[in-house]
């Protein structure tokens, strides 16, 4: 687009000689768990105590002081311990360490602690407001470009999902995100923001979800600390909070997203920016329940070139953002609502038939989305596979125009390709490997604007015929 759980390996962590505790928990009788240590590495739910207080570890850490963990911080204070000896705590360094080391270990453990299902989720989806068969599109809230500015009130009723492009940080790595409406020099037009918070209250009244998209092809995203970590959620948050939205929708370009040499497990990712995404991630929402949306919106090389290349390879050399969504991806897959893959500003990928397919057609809709409805190994590793998210899970994005992105496919294509995917006919010369998918989720468009500039062609050719699916 334009302007566009943490898993630690056991064995991986032995190997660098850290301590490793496995998971305890305080006692009904509130005794001291076992004293925090400065050097040690904690995965998710070991406990410990400091200062005559037990606290649990939401995820992986090393170094990081108990007590100077807040709302968003890795610890949760469990309260006041005693009945046993907590020896006093250890001095901790001045600059805790605050990445997680990236030994790729020889022989991996039978079952890591912290190690995620490989087999598909329950396929119950959860209950999420969403129609059947979503239309999302990206409203340009934020800025200004050649298709003008449309008001949050004036968006028809027939997007499901809008999101707001873009929530951008304030550096890549400061993980400070912001976002604002824009300004009327830019946007002439532009509503005040009460009036832009009550038209949010109002399709949210509706039905509608309403999500902040964060990042974009400007928006540059690291997380390359825990302290980026942690602003990141408290940021988003705050504009979660301001704004009464549904939740976010991760739109990570360019080069917020890749993998550090060594880092080959997909199911046990270790590279920073990775590893703090998915905790951020886990912790947004841990914060809003059940209903919290979460949608993300990468491009193919991120994903399903992943079944070529991952990382750097095993023997370095390789784009090391290659596939490098996959683990963020599989470590959200229960927390998911919809991943729908830019099929635009693509190259030529391979599909699971082990041909190119190029952007423009039908055919690449088809053979990228089965992908991630049939799993797929990774890299080419049949041992390694990557397993299908449910239905409801995918859609697929395309352009509202031809001036929206590269790759735009006419109303005729796009259905082509969402008929073959839903029933499993008209699939041309690609043999479907997911079967018929019922639940497909739905289309994505950039953008709601280039849409409307364009006489509403995307919304009024797909509405019906989503709803027309059964």
Request: glycine share 10%; proline share 8%; net charge neutral.
């Amino acid at each position: 687009m334009r302007r566009s759980l943490v898993l630690a390996v056991t064995a991986a962590l032995a190997a660098t000689g850290s301590a490793v505790y496995v998971a305890s928990s305080a006692s009904a009788a509130v005794a001291c768990a076992p004293a925090w240590s400065a050097s040690a590495v904690y995965l998710k739910d070991n406990s410990v105590s400091y200062q005559s207080k037990n606290y649990t570890a939401k995820w992986w850490t090393q170094g990081e002081v108990p007590t100077a963990s807040g709302e968003w911080g890795v610890w949760a204070d469990k309260g006041a311990c005693g009945g046993g000896t907590t020896p006093p705590p250890t001095t901790p360094p001045t600059t805790p360490p605050t990445t997680p080391p990236t030994t790729t270990p020889t022989t991996p453990p039978t079952t890591p602690p912290t190690t995620p299902p490989t087999t598909p989720p329950p396929t119950q989806p959860p209950v999420t407001g969403l129609p059947k068969h979503a239309l999302i599109g990206y409203l340009h809230a934020s800025f200004a470009n050649g298709s003008g500015y449309l008001r949050m009130a004036d968006v028809p009723a027939d997007w499901d999902i809008i999101n707001l492009a873009f929530g951008e940080p304030t550096s890549a790595t400061s993980g400070d995100i912001r976002f604002t409406l824009c300004p009327a020099a830019e946007c002439p037009g532009v509503e005040s923001e009460a009036d832009f918070i009550a038209a949010i209250r109002a399709k949210r009244a509706a039905g509608k979800k309403v999500l902040l998209s964060i990042g974009g092809a400007n928006g540059q995203v690291q997380l390359t600390t825990t302290a980026a970590r942690d602003k990141f959620v408290s940021s988003v948050s705050a504009i979660i909070d301001k704004y009464g939205l549904d939740g976010v929708d991760i739109d990570f370009e360019g080069h917020s997203l890749s993998l550090n040499t060594g880092d080959t497990d997909f199911k046990n990712p270790t590279t920073p920016v990775i590893v703090n995404l998915i905790a951020a991630l886990k912790s947004l929402k841990a914060r809003y329940g059940a209903t919290f949306v979460l949608t993300m919106a990468p491009e193919t090389f991120f994903v399903q070139l992943g079944y070529q290349y991952y990382g750097s390879g095993p023997w370095g050399g390789q784009d090391p953002r290659a596939g490098s969504y996959l683990p963020v991806i599989h470590a959200m897959r229960n927390d998911l609502t919809v991943l729908h893959v830019q099929d635009y500003n693509s190259g030529s990928i391979m599909g699971l038939d082990n041909q190119y397919h190029s952007m423009g057609g039908a055919d690449f809709h088809i053979a990228m989305t089965d992908m991630m409805l049939a799993g797929f190994p990774v890299a080419g590793n049949t041992a390694n596979m990557f397993p299908a998210l449910r239905e409801d899970q995918v859609a697929f994005g395309a352009p509202s125009s031809v001036s929206a992105g590269n790759g735009y496919v006419g109303p005729a294509g796009v259905q082509q390709a969402v008929t073959c995917l839903v029933k499993g006919s008209n699939c041309g010369g690609y043999t479907v490997r997911s079967g018929t998918n019922p639940n497909f989720r739905g289309l994505m468009t950039w953008s709601i604007n280039w849409d409307k500039f364009y006489g509403w062609e995307f919304r009024t050719s797909h509405e019906g015929f989503l709803n027309g699916l059964g």
